[in-house]
């Protein structure tokens, strides 16, 4: 009897601490602290930082960018993402596989591509993301190309110092762009 109440007693705690831990806190929920016109407020900023993405991808591919502007851009652009290894759609392969940006970049240096997106579209809020939904046209060398994208946008509390005061301030991300 013993034996059993230390086995039941082992496997309440054991299952108690992964359902804390599988639940994000009601501290870092998007919905928990935004009220709907706020959210949808800041679905239109990502928006704008999804644009941003494309025309800092356009200025980057440009052979007429130069060398130390190409290195702010490709800051700006990692600055953009939650993870300098987010994956992204390679705009210049045939099949569109994901690969990093990192990679992206190598492969449309001097290539002269341009970007543009519209028709944005944001999904129903998850606990600390949505997803965005928009149209890339790509253009280079008289060849146009036209894709429906999904884009992960993250949106959570970053603490950030301030000389010696510290303060959490809620963040905008991108993150990984998928095909449908």
Request: charged share 20%.
């Amino acid at each position: 009897m013993f034996l059993r109440s230390c086995i039941f007693l082992f496997l309440v705690g054991t299952f108690s601490v992964f359902g804390q831990n599988a639940n994000p806190s009601a501290s870092t929920a998007i919905k928990a602290n935004f009220t709907m016109a706020s959210v949808k407020a800041y679905q239109e900023s990502a928006t704008l930082k999804v644009e941003d993405y494309y025309h800092y991808l356009t200025l980057f591919s440009a052979e007429s960018t130069s060398e130390s502007l190409k290195s702010e851009i490709k800051s700006s652009i990692c600055n953009l993402f939650e993870n300098e290894n987010s994956t992204v759609v390679d705009y210049t392969a045939e099949e569109k596989p994901t690969i990093s940006i990192k990679e992206l970049l190598t492969k449309i240096e001097n290539k002269n591509y341009l970007f543009s997106v519209s028709n944005f579209e944001n999904s129903i809020v998850a606990n600390d993301f949505w997803t965005t939904q928009y149209q890339l046209t790509i253009s280079q060398n008289e060849k146009t190309t036209k894709l429906q994208l999904f884009q992960k946008v993250s949106f959570k509390p970053i603490i950030k110092i301030f000389g010696s005061a510290k303060k959490e301030v809620w963040t905008l991300f991108l993150g990984e762009v998928t095909l449908p």
